[in-house]
T-cell receptor
């Protein structure tokens, strides 16, 4: 059974802290994505990666960075957490295809609260 | 990625077909149409995708108009477990951009 695992389901951090959200997939997928989901705004793409050490900005990258040192792991980093980064964070992965998007598999999400 | 427009919410009676529309009038020739759904408190789940032809799988059918400017996702016999937010996405490879989606409520 395919799996995308996010390290925490719930997380509470203080303003100014450096926060790491980890995501691991076991499907040997090339593509990995980080989204945040907020009421009324849907899912918004923060960053994605199509290969190890490669990263591309999504629609809302400000305040975030990412790391992809191994194919199976994609980390989202909040350098200095702020209250407006309180949100649900979703990780996804998919196979790379040069023509179309393949099916993306999502993790269960991490609900981050910054106080 | 092409912009998509979906109704904010829809209701459907249990056992009836649910028809969810999506407009993607700016879609380009090599962009596919994808549908995902998100059941409360879970990550989104892939349903179906298509380019030009109509598609069917065990979950749903996808009807794409000939000019490709709109599509309809059909759940043939909606059940209470189909209550979810349904996302229509039109785009190329690598990047998957979601909108706000349609909240489908299946009513007993």
């Amino acid at each position: 059974d395919v799996k995308v695992t996010q390290s925490s389901r719930y997380l509470v951090k203080r303003t100014g802290e450096k926060v790491f959200l980890e995501c691991v997939q076991d499907m040997d997928h090339e593509n990995m994505f980080w989204y945040r989901q907020d009421p009324g705004l849907g899912l918004r793409l923060i960053y994605f990666s199509y290969d190890v050490k490669m990263k591309e900005k999504g629609d809302i990258p400000e305040g975030y960075s990412v790391s992809r040192e191994k194919k199976e792991r994609f980390s989202l980093i909040l350098e200095s957490a702020s209250t407006n980064q309180t949100s649900m964070y979703l990780c996804a992965s998919s196979l790379r295809d040069l023509i179309m998007n393949t099916e993306a598999f999502f993790g269960q999400g991490t609900r981050l609260t910054v106080v | 990625d092409a912009k998509t427009t979906q109704p904010t919410s829809m209701d459907c009676a249990e056992g009836r077909a649910a028809n969810l529309p999506c407009n993607h009038s700016t879609i380009s020739g090599n962009e596919y149409v994808y549908w995902y759904r998100q059941i409360h408190s879970q990550g989104p789940q892939y349903i179906i995708h298509g380019l030009k032809n109509n598609e069917t799988n065990e979950m749903a059918s996808l009807i794409i108009t000939e000019d490709r400017k709109s599509s309809t996702l059909i759940l043939p016999h909606a059940t209470l477990r189909d209550t979810a937010v349904y996302y229509c996405i039109a785009g190329g490879y690598q990047k998957v951009t979601f909108g706000i989606g349609t909240k489908l409520q299946v009513i007993p």
